[in-house]
Every structure is written in C-alpha cells, then in structure tokens.
C-alpha cells in the first residue's frame, strides 16, 4: 500500500476514485487499482484539487494555477490569476467555475471560467476574518447543485471553531 510521509498541503482524490495527489513541494499521483505511484510533480508547494469527472490536477502557486494530467504528471496549461497568491480553490461540481481566495492582502475571492480563466465574479471576505478549516471540512465549497458558493470563516482569533459563513448565489 502507500507508505510514504509527506507535509501535506495538497491531498484529494479524482471523481472516479482511482487516482489520489498528495504532496507538499512534491506532488505525488497514485494509482489506487495497482497501489502505485504513477508520476511526481516537483516545486509545486500550494493547494490543489482535480477538476470534477477529469484526471486534471489544479494546483495554485503563487499568482497562477497550473493545471497538470494527473496519470502523467504533464503540465498542460495554467492560469495567471493576477496579484494573488491563492490560498484556497475549489471547482464547481459540474467544473465549469473555479473559486480562489486570496485570504490575507486581498481579501477577496474570484470566481473564474476554468476553461478560459475569465473572473466571472470577485467576492469581498469579511474584514477582520479568518478563513480556517473547520472540523477538517474546506472553508470554500459549492453548493452540490453549482447554484452557491460558500464561505466559512471565523471573526474570532482565538477560537477557530467560532465560526460564519457567508453564501452567496452564482449565476453564470
């Protein structure tokens, strides 16, 4: 099986179960059919996520998001994403739209076109918050449906359970 220890600050699993990225500055891919590690994608210190029904991995880094074929670990394209360094990103259930936070300078989330990395939206975080993860679940998710976006966040810097979220409808 998989015996390997890593600093994670990328780990998630592909729509069908059958690949799994996890990493710190080196990404490694599985295969869960074989056990094996299939490829490893090096200098990539960031958050990640495969884009829903796709063997594509999103990873941010700094002002983009590179997005890579998992099974081979080739990079095929990325996304400038201005002066943010994303903190955070998740992909609609569907895949269409992407959200990145960019929780400490700009306190803001956009909302991007995956396909063409157009901002559709940009969002205000509240002052004076913290996004955090709360009880392991991600900070910024959508709604299973695409319809609305969700942020969790705390007001509260002592207490990271003390917790609010902020939703807003998409339409796009």
Same mark, same amino acid.
């Given at each position: ?28 891919i599985w295969d869960?059919?074989t056990q094996k #590690? ?7 210190? @960031? %958050?990640?996520? /495969?884009? +829903? $029904?796709?063997?594509? &991995? !999103? *990873? ?11 099974p081979s670990c080739?990079?095929?394209? #990325? ?7 994303? @903190? %955070?990103?998740? /992909?609609? +259930? $569907?895949?269409?739209? &992407? !959200? *990145? ?72």
């Open positions: 099986m998989f015996n390997s220890e890593v600093f994670l600050t990328l780990f998630d699993v592909n729509s069908t179960g059958n690949l799994v990225a996890a990493g710190d500055e080196t990404v490694r869960m059919l #590690e299939v490829c490893q994608i090096h200098d990539v210190r @960031g %958050y990640g996520q /495969f884009v +829903p $029904n796709q063997d594509v &991995l !999103a *990873i941010s880094l700094y002002q983009k998001i590179i997005f890579f074929d998992a080739t990079k095929l394209r #990325e996304i400038i994403v201005g002066d943010i360094s994303p @903190g %955070y990103l998740r /992909f609609s +259930p $569907n895949g269409e739209l &992407l !959200a *990145i936070a960019e929780p400490t300078i700009q306190k803001s989330i956009l909302v991007m076109e995956t396909a063409t990395g157009k901002t559709v939206f940009q969002l205000p975080i509240p002052e004076s918050s913290t996004i955090t993860r709360f009880g392991g679940s991600d900070s910024l998710t959508f709604s299973p449906d695409g319809r609305y976006l969700l942020l969790a966040f705390s007001t509260n810097g002592n207490d990271k359970f003390a917790g609010k979220v902020r939703l807003w409808q998409i339409q796009k």
